[in-house]
């Protein structure tokens, strides 16, 4: 039987919009494709009254977080927070971001011990991370 990993998927940018695509299809693919099993969580700012407790309450292996610019210094802040409540939790940062401006993404780490740019694919990561994700 293969290990489950528990994963939350995310979106703390607090724009009205539709349910961002980017971690559902993150979600699918892992669901279709995936080296492991998963147990796997979508957590919109949009749509919950509090996603802090939310992923919390959830204790994640691994949070992957979706980014804009004009929000990162509040996506640092709810990263700060999460790593309180979940400190073993690998978090991870991704979105636009994260792709464009990955040495400050790194930077942060004081914020968030084990925080990850996140400059390659997802499924990448999967592959490559055999020292975070168990064999």
Partial sequence: MKPI??????????????PPLNLTYL??????YGKYDYEIKLVDSNFSDS?????VDFQP????????S????????KAKLI???????????????ATINPGEVELSRSAAARWRPFQH???????????????
């Fill in 51 to 55: 996603p802090v407790k939310e992923i």
């Fill in 121 to 135: 694919s997802f499924f990448t990561f999967q592959a490559s991370n055999s020292s975070i994700l168990p064999p």
């Fill in 5 to 18: 990993i528990k994963i939350c998927l995310f979106n703390p940018i607090p724009v009205n919009s539709y």
């Fill in 70 to 77: 004009s929000y990162s210094l509040e996506i640092y802040d």
């Fill in 83 to 97: 790593r309180k409540e979940c400190p073993d939790a690998l978090l991870i940062c991704g979105g636009v971001h």
């Fill in 27 to 32: 979600a699918s693919y892992l669901r279709e």
């Fill in 61 to 68: 292996d691994i949070i992957g977080f979706t980014s804009l």
